[in-house]
């Protein structure tokens, strides 16, 4: 099983709101890591988890919260966006990030609008 | 720290045409480097790596890329493109010492027939 799920697919959400996006792996992958990818852009490195411990916070506003739950689960809880932050946001996962070499695999990513 | 240029925006190419996405790389120490595609509305899909040793990769859906350290490049090639093949195109280095991708801007293919 060689996939990255994603759930919801796409997400409309106020800027009042608040949501969570969700990203599952079972490859036994110790990385993963959150992406926002505007159009016709190259996907933006947020956040990076290892084994279970947030490595790397690429400067994100605090209105971004992720968590890692266990080995297989990554959630973005989101609060109080704005529209600009509306973009497909991608998780992906690698084995480790301590030996390079190794290529990240990529979930179908969320589509989310702020209204 | 290591920089990945794509030459072009934008290819338009015809049915069983052949094409090329040409990748150029900037960095001191040694490299990874990476091609993904990304269909509509989907997610990236890894086409080919190269870490070391042979510097003609293969990839899947018939896809190829050499790697060449003197012109600090790394070119794909199709040798006949199919229709399915139009989607965005990103060519990524990382450092072989650490785990972060830097993507080039992409690249967006078009096949018409």
Known sequence: DTEVTQTPKHLVMGMTNKKSLKCEQHMGHRAMYWYKQKAKKPPELMFVYSYEKLSINESVPSRFSPECPNSSLLNLHLHALQPEDSALYLCASSPSLTRAGYEQYFGPGTRLTVT | ?113
Do not use: M
């Open chain 2, 1 to 113: 720290a290591q920089s990945v240029t794509q030459l072009d925006s934008q290819v338009p190419v015809f049915e069983e045409a052949p094409v090329e996405l040409r990748c150029n790389y900037s960095s001191s120490v040694s490299v990874y480097l990476f091609w993904y595609v990304q269909y509509p509305n989907q997610g990236l899909q890894l086409l080919l790596k190269y870490l070391s040793g042979s510097t003609l990769v293969k990839g899947i859906n018939g896809f190829e890329a050499e790697f060449n350290k003197s012109q600090t490049s790394f070119h794909l090639r199709k040798p006949s493109v199919h229709i399915s093949d139009t989607a965005e195109y990103f060519c990524a280095v990382s450092k072989a010492s650490g785990y972060a991708l830097n993507f080039g801007k992409g690249t967006s293919l078009l096949v018409t027939p």
